[in-house]
């Protein structure tokens, strides 16, 4: 995996702080503080990405944090931070050994969704890591 690193803009608000992501329009995060809303806004990412990664969408490069304009409609901004996201790498062939009707139900669904098996794979372990890193 690759990793990349995307600014949030920090907004103060009555309970905490609210982030926004200036490249994922309408990705928000929220927490008590500052700690909070960085891991809940890595977490959100990382379910947001694998979202766009599962659909086909491309992925954007990050913007430099320093040349986002800032938001005049907005709370006024209480910081800038970047938050990381690890993106996937190079393919490699594995094999696994998995019981046959897990595979065909795997490969029934991959077919419902114009997917292929490595690519259905590949996006419930997505999924999976990225929820147990809650």
């Known amino acids: 995996m690759s990793s990349r690193y995307y600014p949030i803009i920090l907004e103060r608000m ?3 702080l609210n982030a926004t992501f200036p490249d994922f ?5 929220a927490g008590t503080n500052a700690a909070d809303v960085v891991a809940n806004a890595e977490t959100g990412l990382a379910l947001h990405i694998a979202g766009m990664i599962e659909d086909g969408d491309s992925i954007p490069e990050p913007s430099d944090i320093d040349t986002v304009p800032v938001d005049e409609d907005a709370p006024p901004e209480a910081g800038r931070l970047l938050v990381r996201a690890d993106l996937p790498g190079r393919a490699t062939r594995v094999n696994v050994t998995i019981d046959e009707a897990l595979l065909a139900a795997i490969d029934a ?11 259905f794979l590949a996006a419930a372990a997505r999924r999976e890591l990225a929820q147990r890193a809650a």
């Open 109 to 119: 669904e991959a077919k419902r969704r114009e997917t292929s098996r490595s690519g």
């Open 14 to 16: 009555e309970d905490g």
């Open 25 to 29: 329009p309408g990705l928000t995060a």
